[in-house]
Nanobody, 116 residues
Framework: QVQVVESGGGLVQAGGSLRLSCAAS????????MAWYRQAPGKQRDLVALITSRGTTNYTDSVKGRFTISRHIARNTVYLQMNSLKPEDTAIYYC??????????WGQGTQVTVSS
């Protein structure tokens, strides 16, 4: 099993920045990939960014050039640096680990609110 705990959400004005953190309970090398998702009110939960155990990253088009996913191996932590935030980025952001056994392990989510 893997436990993941997010932190770093909050309220920011449009154009501002936030950094989210996701701490995993075991080595990132033992986890197939870590990902950030977000869910706005009344909408489905969508993938924002992903980083594999090899360090390969992928982003949804709407955040490319603004968000960066990275990791600190020794801390078993993945980050999501969010710059040039827009009101439409407002959502609950969830961290997910995909690992065996069990598959998906989700965090509790952290609220990000971007005011216009």
């Amino acid at each position: 099993q893997v436990q993941v705990v997010e932190s770093g959400g909050g309220l920011v004005q449009a154009g501002g920045s936030l950094r989210l953190s996701c701490a995993a309970s075991r080595s990132l090398f033992s986890i197939n990939h870590m990902a950030w998702y977000r869910q706005a009110p009344g909408k489905q939960r969508d993938l924002v960014a992903l980083i594999t155990s090899r360090g390969t990253t992928n982003y949804t088009d709407s955040v490319k050039g603004r968000f960066t996913i990275s990791r600190h191996i020794a801390r078993n932590t993945v980050y999501l640096q969010m710059n040039s935030l827009k009101p439409e980025d407002t959502a609950i952001y969830y961290c997910k680990a995909y690992a065996l056994p069990g598959g998906d392990y989700w965090g509790q989510g952290t609220q990000v609110t971007v005011s216009s």
